[in-house]
């Protein structure tokens, strides 16, 4: 098991940053892959991006990419997202999520672990 608590969320003005956590406990995190996907109110949740085991290797959804980073710290078994630039339309509930098969990253049928989420607002 795997547990995955994210932080760092708030409100900021456009164009601004904001950095959010996710800590896990539980197995060692090191040997999952991590999620970050994002649901606003009456949205589908969305992808927003993912990082290898080792970090390595990310992935990020197409309206973020150039503006969000992804990061990891193993010894600390936390992933971070780095957010740049933001925009209105990034406001959402954020959440982290972890999986072991490293595979269909993007897909969030695929994650076997989720966090509760932290909301991120972005005024105009």
């Known amino acids: 098991q795997v547990q995955l608590v994210e932080s760092g969320g708030g409100l900021v003005q456009a164009g601004g940053s904001l950095t959010l956590s996710c800590e896990a406990s539980?197995?060692?995190?090191?040997?999952?892959?991590a999620g970050w996907f994002r649901q606003a109110p009456g949205n589908a949740r969305e992808f927003v991006g993912a990082?290898?085991?080792?970090?390595?290797?990310?992935y990020y959804a197409d309206p973020v990419k150039g503006r969000f980073t992804i990061s990891r710290d193993n010894a600390k078994n936390t992933v971070y997202l780095q957010m740049n630039s933001l925009k209105p339309e990034d406001t959402a509930v954020y959440l982290c999520?972890?999986?072991?098969?490293?595979?269909?990253?993007?897909?969030?049928?695929?994650?076997?672990?989720w966090g509760q989420g932290t909301q991120v607002t972005v005024s105009s």
């Open positions: 999520a972890a999986q072991g098969s490293g595979k269909q990253l993007s897909r969030e049928w695929a994650y076997d672990y």
């Open positions: 539980g197995r060692t995190s090191s040997t999952h892959c």
């Open positions: 990082i290898g085991r080792s970090g390595g290797i990310t």
